[in-house]
């Protein structure tokens, strides 16, 4: 992990994921992080000292997910509440609270276009994230409604592009969306395997890039 680059006040940190014995790279992430008002000090001073210690990485980064089109073809794919036991020291919903959640409105939209349980079981289908963009805003605390809406953004001949958004139940603000890119996967041959027709026609009205 190191420091990746600085953006006007923001700072962003890479992680490469690596194999012990070939180094060979499995996965990388990078996080962007804006400074917020917290209870304890020296933030200028941090944000200093974190941009002065760049360090080279030259993976290509990710692409900008544009706004959907059709907005209104997204389906309702959660609907919940923040409990006590997720919520970090500042009283925030945790990190891992967004992913579980978003891990949910995926199979929901799954199901929305034959991707059901009991499709997956019969073909031994299943379906494997290999890419996915978290863009949070400030989180929800204990108690607060829940609300999921989720649309497609693309398929490919075994891939799908999903966009989800999480938004306060009670006043609709934005809380969080997540980018998600996955392919329909072979559960015995471990590999993607293409989607049958009928499933991506029934995809086709979900899309709403």
């Given amino acids: ?61 990710f692409d900008e997910i544009a706004p959907p089109a059709h907005e209104g073809r997204m389906i309702d794919s959660g609907r919940d509440r923040v409990k006590a036991s997720e919520v970090d020291e500042r009283g925030e919903l945790m990190l891992s609270g967004f992913v579980h959640r978003f891990a949910g409105a995926c199979l929901h939209l799954c199901s929305a ?24 805003a400030p989180p929800p605390g204990a108690g607060d409604g829940l609300a999921l809406r989720s649309g497609l953004l693309a398929t490919g001949n075994s891939s799908v592009r999903m966009l989800h958004e999480l938004r306060h139940a009670r006043t609709g603000e934005r809380l969080a969306s997540f980018h998600q890119a996955g392919v329909h996967f072979d559960l015995e041959a471990r590999r993607s395997a293409p989607l049958p027709a009928a499933l991506r026609e029934r995809a086709s009205a979900l899309m709403i890039a």
């Avoid at 990746?4 to 990388?28: F, N, S």
């Avoid at 019969?122 to 890419?131: C, D, H, L, Q, V």
């Fill in 1 to 61: 992990s190191g420091v990746i680059g600085k953006e006007r006040d923001m700072i962003r940190i890479g992680h490469e994921l690596t194999r012990v014995d070939t180094r060979e790279v499995c996965a990388l992430a990078e996080h962007t992080l804006a400074p917020r008002d917290v209870p304890y000090g020296a933030l200028a001073e941090q944000r200093r000292v974190l941009a002065g210690a760049v360090v080279p990485w030259t993976t290509p980064g």
């Fill in 113 to 136: 276009f034959g991707v059901t349980p009991a499709y997956m079981r019969e073909a031994k289908r299943g379906f494997s994230t290999f890419e996915a963009q978290l863009h949070l």
